[in-house]
Each structure stands twice: as structure tokens, then as C-alpha cells.
């Protein structure tokens, strides 16, 4: 037994270290345990091949909370962005490409349907900033008594109602429903139904048919709310954000040790009461918080003997069927795509053509296989950042749906070489000579992810964003206000509200959660 | 031509049922029907000789109870009979057999999984939990989230004190988790053995175009599990003499009160004038004249098809355009010269009774999904089978037996193509092997057979792209939202125009809710005395 903290948390990703540094600017002895040597979990930086990096899991920023990053201070401590405001293109075989502009405007595609693209993000934009209030606070209980619940339930009502009536129509009609349909409605370009539904679906194990992807545009697009018009690059790759998180938690007076896997929550009298390391070192704490998953969390750390039946079955139950896929390239030169400039190079690329497309890669997802004929989320970075590769050379990284975490014929270097050997020819449909440029080439599975970042399953949400899972019923019932079943236990990582994506609020929520019940839970 | 109080555009069940409300009130209403026979989709014809077929919708289960009492439809023929029972059949020779008797059911279940066998208790539990908070609302007509009536905002609060009251019996967060999961991932989340989640899984796909897989489907089971047979929560029964028999007690039930139906009526336009609806006009250049009329069609033939554009505003235009009525569902009828053989059922089992299936795992049916979203039929469908003739042998000839298969998945269009002859009996083909795959004498005993697809249902019941329940059961078109935002308290756009059918709250299913929901609004607003029976009865 060393000395002991206010709070012991398990884990250095990014919700982690700014619910640790919230706490700590609280007045709160804070240890922050990391289990890898970087810092940051999801958002890391990896050098796959020497002298070649790219950002390993996220590779967009575009949510990051605008307080936290001011409350934190980030831009001293180091976070900067080599590119902002960049476009989304959906590549098209026949060269006529579909950009979605980063000032908010939609090109290649006929004037109506640039109308109904103003219209309709119009529409999405007060939609995005509702559920900033209800991203913003803890998820409302609705049943209990409590006024800061009930206060925060009639704001958002409030919010709903001052939508104005054929908004607050258009809300309960697509808040619930699928992409497909709304595209089918709205747009007559395919490409472009495509572009819009595939961020519907991005990280998610569902197609634009599943009900529930219009939350999942939505969500993605919080960005625009918190002052990002389209994807942003940090500098130095995702990793950047961990190193800078980590300076500010620092600077607040949180003691950081990396290389320190925690492995198990220890309980006494059936209340957390600190943590276990690998090398055996004890350390006690008044309260635990897990930036780990839900599952990692109680399954592991927690152990499910130390839960009662009722938890067993609602952690069981939280889905993480994680679908996405990493592809990494190095590459001697700046690829060609059929129709774009080299300065287009550095935007999003999205291979998609048409949401059919996309329906298909997701059937197979459906039945444990990956994608015959994937999609894919590209970024060439080192069009805006040199540093993440030798001189005049390219580092390619993509998202390739769909893959699921459990594949029926498992993860295999057999299954993995096909699937990667599959999504380099798809790129190569749209950019012919890039084989020729290839220096070194991975594809990180979700089973790989889950090992390098300790995700269950790889999942970047730490469990699925579809409607069954979000806000009061994230993770799940009885954990949903960052307190779990087990006292001085609290949750702030990516399995709690609002969820993923590098937007930072699962950790403030959580450190303003546990600062307002004044420690003791 | 002489004027009525109101008149009701379709002798579907739920045209019936607001048109006996509204004649029990006093009013002098006529019903009118394109068909030359009534009941919409509850009907049974004799388009073969002696033998008459439940042609569409085949089991009773989901007609309000108090319904069916205020109108005293058992006094005017209704029976019903519940039956029990059930089988999913299985690949590998086995089946699974779902008992009305509770032992029974436990030791069928333990012979699949033991662990399941254990979950099925806690499961039934859970169902019934949240189908009694449905219920309340069936009888109630919903509230307008964006109004800030005096009405609207009393409802909401009934809303609200349901959900509160909850408070000991299940948690809200528990409650919205069925709401918005998918059936699969519910069934998953109790038990681990295929088939008998394929067994229950069915249930949340019917009429639906969405998988087993989709979120949402969760709702459609609830949906199903909504109903009871004399007073067993959950039970489905057949009436006696198909279901055309509910549409025969409703019209006479109507006619007790002095209303007047004609058929061969087929309605071209709902006149209006000065934003008032005057009457109907007939295809045949007829026409009646009333204050009230009241659609019993669909949303999209009802504003798209009866009204004129320029009597419409912009958004019920666009909205009735937008409605999702995609069809899912095609129906096949056999006639049967004898009762076929089922080898992998023990002799004289009770299972015969009951639904069959033939798809024993919930990947098949997800299958038979995509299939759909590709535009084509299901190559290896989701069949509900039964054969009615052992419970009720009115429904054939002596000795012979009908047979009633319900198929998901079959589409609106053929890949985007209108449906041909040739792919309809291709269809009906697919069924007919389905069934024969377990039964070797199948095959010899048909006699004949009809053959319904959405281009049928259509043709013949009126029903767009033959969605079985007047529009899909998504979130988007539910509860306030049906048939869309701003209308869902059974008015239109127009002073005496009004909807009554499956397009509006709670939806499908031959429940009639719509139907007596509807009635209600008409009465209030002619401030007549509301004798629509509101809420829940039970419970």
C-alpha cells in the first residue's frame, strides 16, 4: 500500500485525463494509471512503419467541446490543428465527385439538390444544437424525484417547444428514424445520399436503412455546434491530443503514470476503495473512476462476482459490435485519384457510391463477415502535416467498413490480408497507381484495436450509439448518471453519455457529477 | 340527394366501427364502399366454390375488448375462438413446439435450453410489463407535442403521470430500451437458443418493413402482445366463419342503430367548399352531401388520391407524398383435400392448431430481409401458417381443410419493376415448397390456391403498395407522428374531414382503435356526448 488519493483513475484516454483534470482543478488528489506507454487511448498517434505515423483510431477531429478545450487550455499546452474546415468528397468512378464544401455548401450536384443541402443542414444545425443541452449535462432520470433532472428535462423540452412548430414536427419525425428514407426524400443525387448517410453509419454496426442513423448523422455533426465546419487534422496526429490532455492534467496537479495497467477495482465493505496493478501494487482511493469500457470495467476490473445479477445481465447486454476497420499505408508519393488535384488530396475522401452500396457492405457485418465490396473513410494527413513522414513521402490511413470484431472465421493474418488486400483494390479503382506507391501497408482489425487501445471488442464508442444505448439508457439503467451499482465507483469513458468521438463531455460530465455529490457516492 | 351528418369513405373494420359509434350517438350516417363487399381486409369470400377463405388478415387477437363489448358484436354473430398452440420447425428434423399448457411449455422449452427454459418467466413478465403501458393508450387519442391547447397539454400530463406511476414497477429507461431496441438484440438479451428465439422472433417483423435486426422491431412484438381473447392477455383466436365475421358484427351492429352502407361505391373525390368538406362525389358522378366526412382509406389515397391538391395546405401534400407505406407481406390460401402430414410432429399433438413456422433461426429471417431491401421476395421466407379448419370446420367443406400462410418478406415492386403474373406464382411457389419441405403429402392434397402479393392486396383492398397495416409502424409515423406530425388526432386539414383507419393512431392490426378514436374527436367537436369508451378497461 503506497499513499492514498481522492481518486484513482483507471485509465489515460481522453475523457479520463479531462474528467481527472476537472477534478483535480477542484481541489482533488488525482492518479491518473494509463495501461500503454501513450497517452490518450483512442486518440493516438502510431508509427506503423519507421518514420511513418498516422493516427491510429480517430483520425478526424471534428468535436472536440469548445469549454473543455478553453477550460483546459489546450492550445497552450500544445494542441494545434494542421488543417481545419476540410471537405468531404465522395469519390465517383466516372470522376464526377461530390464535395461537401468545409463553408457548408454541397458541389457536383444540381442546383435543387443544393438548395435542399442548405435546407436540410439548416434543419440538422438546430437539431445539433439541442442536443448540445442535453450533451451537456448528466442524462435526466425520468422517473426519480430530483430537481436537477427535472430542471434540465424542462430546458430541453423548453428547447424543443422553442424549435418553432414545423421544426419541432420535422424533430419527432427524423429524430428516431433511419438515413435511407430521409435521403430518399430529400435528395435526387446518389452520391450524394451516399456521402450524407455514410456519416449515419460511420463506427456504427448499422446500415442506412437501421432506425436510429439520423442520431447517428446528428451525433457526428456536433462539431458544427462546437465551431467545426466539416473534419479538422491535428497536428502531430491524434496523439497530439493525449500529450496535450496530459499537459493540462499535469499542470492542474494530476500525477500521471503510464505503463501502469490496473487489474482489478478492489472493494471494501462493498464499496470501491482503490486499484490493483499488474505488477501487484495496491493503491487506495476514495472513489475509482473508469475511463476503461463498461464491459472492461465491471467484467474485468470489477469482476462480476461483486455484482448483483440484475448489473451481470444489463453489462451482458450493452452491445459493442464494433465494425470498423483501420488501413494504414506508407506511401513514396502523393497517390492520384481519378479527378482531383493534388490540393484535393487532403481532404475526406469517402468511397460510397450509393447507399445501396452500403446497405450490402452492412448484410455482411450482420452475419459476422466483412464487407465483400467495403467503404471507406480516407485521409492522406502529410498534406498538411510533413512531420508525419520522411520528406516527400505519404502516409495513407482510412476507416474500412464494414468488419466486425467477431468474425465468424476469426481475425486471422489469413482473413486480414484479404480484407486489407480488399480495400487497397477498392482505393485503387479510384486512385489506379497507388500500388505502385505502397512502402509498407496494416490493417488494424477491431480484435487489433482492442488489444493496442483496450477497447472490448475495438469498439471507438466503447459500445453501440443506436437508440437503445444513449443518453438515459447509456450504458444502461442504474449507470446512466456516471455513478454505477457499485458505490465510490463512477464511469466517464466513451460507455457513458454522450459517448464517443473525441468530444470530451463523458469526462466533464462525470467530474462535474462527482464534484456535486461532494465525493461520497 | 339527401343530406347525412357524416359519412364514412370505407367498410374497412375501422370505417365500421366510427361509423356505429357515430350512428349509436344519433347521427345519420351512410358508409360507403368501393368493393362489393364489405370489410376492407377483414373479410372472408367465397371466390371458390364452398370454399370461403379468411382471404387477408387471418386471426383475431387485437380488437379492443371494450370495443367489442359497447357495440355488443358477440349479439350480432361475433365468436371468437381462441386457439393454442404452435411450431417452428427445424432443419435438422426436429421442431419446437409452443404449448397453451404452462408445464407443458416449460418442459418443450428445457429440451431446447434449460437456461431458456428459466429466462422465459422473466421474459413473459417483462412483455406483459410493457404492454399494459401500451394499452392504456390505445383508447386515447394522442397529444400534439407542439400544441399549447388547454387538451394537448392535459394529455401530456396523463402521459407523464403513466410514466411516473411506473416508478415501482419498471424503469422508465428499462421501458424506452424496448421501445427503440430491435427484436433481435431484445430476444438475445434472454436467450441463447436459435429456435426458440426464431419461434418468438417472428412477431416483430410481421406487416414490417424492417429486420429482425432492425432497430424498432422490439415495438412490433409489443404491438402484437397487445391484445386478448377473453380476457388472456396476449392470446390470438379465430372467429368463427373467417374474419370476415368481425366486419359482418360491426355493419350489423351499425345497422342496429339505424345506418346505411352501399357498396359498389367508389368514391372519385371529398368535395369541399369554402374550406368546409360538403360531401363526397361517387366515380359514377353521384353524390352525397354531409358536414363530416371521415376516411377510412389510407394516408396516401386519402389525401393524394380522394382530395383535391388545392384544397390541401403544402405540408399535408408533401407529408401524404412522404407517408412510408412500402408492402411487406404477401398472403397465400390453400385449399387442402385432406389434412397434410407433418412427420417431424408426434401423432395427435395440440401443436396442429396453432401457427407454424418454418424458419428456425433469427439469421434466415434477418436473410429473408435482405432479400426485400433488394427488391425481390424472400427466396427463404417467413411463414405464418395455420390451419384454421381444426379449430373452425365451417371454413371448409366436410373433410377438406384450408390453409392460411402469412409471408414476409414480399415487395411493393419486383426491382423496381410492377409485379408480372409469372412472378407471382414464382412467389406463391416458393411458399407452397417451403411448407412441402416438411410435409411429403403436402404437395398432393392442394386443390387450389390464391395468391396475394402487395400488387394484389392493393388491386382488390385498396391498400397502398399493400402495407397490411395502412403505413409502416416506424417511429416517424407513430403515436402523435401517424399519419404524420400535426395530424394525429384523427382530423384533417380540412373543418369536417377526419381519418379513421390504420394510418392513424395506434395503428394496425384489426384492433378498430382507430376507428372508435375517431368517432370520439368527431363527437367532441360537434359537442355531442362522448360515448366512445376511453382508456383501459382491465388491468
Known sequence: MTKSYDVVMVGGGHNGLICATYLAKAGRRVLVLEANEQLGGGAATREFHPGFSVSACAQWMYSLNPTIAKDLNLASHGLQYAAKNLHSIALAKDAKHVTITGEGGVEGVSAQDKAAYREFRRKMGKFSKLLDKLFTVRPPKVIENNWTDRINLLKIGLGVKLLGKADMYELLRLGLINMFDVMEETFDDELLKSLISFDGVLGAHMGPRSPGTVYGYLYRHMGDVYGFNGPALVKGGMGSVGVALANAATAAGVEIRSAARVKSIDLTAERASGVTLENGESISATLVVSNADPKTTFNNLVGRRNLETNTVRRVKNFRTKASAAKLHLALDGLPEFTGLSAGQVGNRLVIAPDMHHIERAFNCAKYGEFSTAPVLDISIATVHDKGLAPEGKHVLSAIVQFAPGQLKAGWTEATKNAFKELAINTIADYAPGIKELIIASELLTPADLEGEYNMTDGHWHHGDISLDQVVMMRPFPGSEQYGTPVDGLYLCGAGAHPGGNVMGLAGKNAANEIIKRGGSA | ?539
Not at chain 2, 403521470?161 to 422508465?172: A, C, H, R, S, W
Open chain 2, 1 to 539: 340527394m339527401k343530406k347525412y351528418d357524416a359519412i364514412v369513405i370505407g367498410a374497412g373494420h375501422n370505417g365500421l366501427t366510427n361509423a356505429a359509434y357515430l350512428a349509436k350517438a344519433g347521427l345519420d350516417v351512410l358508409v360507403l364502399e368501393m368493393n362489393s363487399y364489405i370489410g376492407g381486409a377483414t373479410v372472408s369470400r367465397e371466390l371458390h366454390k364452398d370454399w370461403k377463405y379468411t382471404n387477408c388478415s387471418y386471426v383475431c387477437g387485437l380488437l379492443r375488448p371494450e370495443i367489442n363489448r359497447d357495440l355488443e358484436l358477440p349479439r350480432h354473430g361475433l365468436q371468437v375462438v381462441p386457439y393454442g398452440g404452435g411450431v417452428t420447425f427445424m432443419e435438422n428434423g426436429d421442431y419446437y413446439g409452443n404449448f397453451s399448457d404452462h408445464n407443458r411449455q416449460h418442459r418443450e422449452m428445457a429440451r431446447h435450453s434449460v437456461r431458456d427454459a428459466n429466462a422465459y418467466e422473466r421474459y413473459g413478465a417483462d412483455v406483459t410489463k410493457q404492454t399494459r403501458l401500451i394499452r392504456k393508450f390505445l383508447l386515447r387519442t394522442p397529444p400534439d407535442p407542439a400544441s399549447w391547447k388547454m387538451s394537448d397539454i392535459k394529455e401530456m400530463m396523463v402521459l407523464a403521470k403513466t410514466v411516473m406511476d411506473m416508478k415501482t414497477d419498471v424503469n422508465f429507461g428499462d421501458t424506452l430500451k424496448y421501445w427503440t431496441k430491435s427484436v433481435g438484440d431484445f430476444l438475445d438479451e434472454y436467450f441463447e437458443s436459435d429456435i426458440i428465439k426464431a419461434h418468438l422472433g417472428g412477431t416483430g417483423i410481421i406487416g414490417t418493413a424492417l429486420g429482425v435486426y432492425s432497430p424498432g422491431t422490439a415495438y412490433v412484438l409489443l404491438h402484437h402482445y397487445m391484445g386478448d381473447v377473453d380476457g388472456t392477455a396476449g392470446a390470438w383466436g379465430f372467429t368463427r366463419g373467417g374474419m370476415g365475421a368481425v366486419a359482418n358484427a360491426l355493419a350489423s351492429s351499425f345497422k342496429s342503430f339505424g345506418g346505411e352502407i352501399r357498396t359498389d361505391a367508389k368514391v372519385k373525390q371529398i368535395m369541399v367548399r369554402n374550406g368546409k368538406t360538403t360531401g363526397v362525389a361517387l366515380e359514377d358522378g353521384t353524390e352525397f352531401y354531409a358536414d363530416i366526412v371521415v376516411s377510412n382509406l389510407e394516408a396516401k389515397r386519402t389525401f393524394l388520391g380522394i382530395m383535391d391538391e388545392k384544397d390541401l395546405p403544402e405540408y399535408v401534400i408533401e407529408r401524404a407524398k412522404n407517408f412510408k407505406s412500402r408492402g411487406s407481406s404477401g398472403k397465400v390460401n390453400i385449399a387442402l383435400d385432406g389434412l397434410p402430414t407433418f412427420p417431424a410432429l408426434p401423432k395427435g399433438t395440440p401443436l396442429m392448431a396453432g401457427d407454424f413456422h418454418f424458419t428456425d433461426s433469427l439469421t434466415r429471417m434477418e436473410k429473408a430481409y435482405d432479400d426485400w431491401k433488394d427488391g425481390n421476395f424472400s427466396r427463404d421466407p417467413y411463414v405464418d401458417t395455420l390451419i384454421p379448419t381444426l379449430t373452425d370446420p365451417t371454413m371448409a367443406p366436410p373433410g377438406k381443410h384450408m390453409m392460411t400462410c402469412f409471408v414476409q418478406y414480399c415487395p411493393p415492386k419486383i426491382q423496381g419493376r410492377e409485379w408480372t403474373d409469372a412472378d407471382r406464382d414464382a412467389f406463391g411457389q416458393t411458399v407452397i415448397d417451403q411448407v412441402a419441405n416438411y410435409s411429403p403429402d403436402f404437395k398432393d392434397l392442394i386443390l387450389h390456391a390464391e395468391v396475394r402479393t402487395p400488387r394484389e392486396i392493393e388491386a382488390e383492398i385498396g391498400l397502398t403498395e399493400g402495407n397490411i397495416f395502412q403505413g409502416e409502424l416506424t417511429f416517424d409515423q407513430l403515436f402523435s407522428n401517424r399519419p404524420f406530425p400535426g395530424y394525429g388526432q384523427y382530423r384533417g386539414p380540412v373543418k369536417g374531414m377526419y381519418m379513421c383507419g390504420s394510418s392513424t393512431h395506434p395503428g394496425g392490426g384489426v384492433m378498430a382503435a382507430p376507428g372508435a378514436n375517431a368517432a370520439r374527436e368527431i363527437l367532441i367537436d360537434l359537442k355531442r356526448n362522448n360515448t366512445v369508451p376511453e382508456g383501459y378497461a382491465d388491468d
